[in-house]
């Protein structure tokens, strides 16, 4: 990955949640090229390992489970042991269930029997979306935000476009992304007294492992559903891992973005903009 600026991050200590995935593991990459020591915390051990050793020496990868606070008192122990107080946290965990997404893009009097509708969503997938996106982000930042108070810092919560226009099929995830998008906003005000910077980027649509397969069919070609989002996306395109690395690496420095906090940035290729007319 060949990063589009340079920026000092040399005195940065980074932890970064999901970072087995595809998005969250380029992004401690491109800080760990900056300068930074970075901890990739996943629940998927092997997943994170495997990328923090593509790192080297700066870099460990740490298991975690974001949803279990003692868990991530622990994460914290091994990462402040290794590199010492974080400074920096990118909370990148989260996602969807299937069982919080129907078959229906709107309702309907006389639906096939076997379409699971918005009345067959299970509760459990609902609290279950809510807590991989929301509540991990509360538990993480309650934890690793502790040491920042005292010498500031820099939170980057990962939101989505769904934030800002949900998207069929999947309200909880919807939902759930909205609720980082203002819990983003709360964060920096709460937090500006003592210098912890708080912003959130929210992606278009990128191609990852969790929804390869509603945009692409087993044959490789592209669903239908990739259709109507490449038609409502001005840019034409889905999105590449690079895009988004200049707004990380612009909110990741002080210099760049010191007066910048409580902002949701969209990295979309115009999906916001669009009315479809």
């Not at 810092?153 to 226009?165: H, K, P, Q, V």
């Amino acid at each position: 990955m060949k990063l589009p600026f340079q920026v000092d991050l040399n005195s940065t200590v980074a932890v970064v949640t999901g970072a087995g995935g595809i998005l969250m593991s380029e992004f401690a990459k491109a800080l760990a090229k900056c300068g930074a020591k970075v901890a990739l915390l996943d629940i998927n051990f092997d997943a994170a390992k495997k990328y923090a050793d593509e790192i080297g020496e700066n870099a460990i990868a740490v298991k975690c489970n974001c949803l279990d606070k003692e868990s991530i008192k622990e994460a914290k122990e091994i990462v402040s042991e290794a590199f010492g107080p974080v400074n920096m946290l990118i909370n990148g965990a989260g996602g969807n269930n299937p069982r919080a997404t129907c078959d229906n893009e709107t309702m309907a009097v006389d639906l096939p029997a076997e379409t699971k509708s918005f009345f067959d969503l299970e509760e459990s997938g609902l609290k279950f979306v809510f807590d991989l996106n929301i509540t991990s982000a509360f538990l993480v930042t309650q934890v690793f935000a502790a040491d920042m108070v005292k010498t500031g810092g820099n939170i980057i919560n990962i939101s989505s476009m769904n934030a800002f226009r949900p998207l069929t099929k999947i309200p909880a995830y919807s939902a759930a992304k909205a609720g980082i998008s203002n819990f983003t906003q709360w964060l920096a005000v709460h937090f500006a007294p003592v210098g912890i910077r708080c912003n959130g980027i929210a992606p278009g649509f990128f191609v990852t492992n969790q929804n390869r397969a509603m945009l692409y069919n087993a044959d490789g070609t592209p669903t239908a559903r990739t259709g109507k989002i490449l038609a409502a996306t001005p840019a034409k395109r889905f999105g590449e891992v690079e895009d988004l690395i200049g707004t990380l690496l612009w909110l990741a420095s002080d210099e760049a973005s010191g007066f910048v906090t409580g902002s949701v940035i969209a990295v979309d290729g115009g999906f916001a903009a669009y009315s479809g007319v």
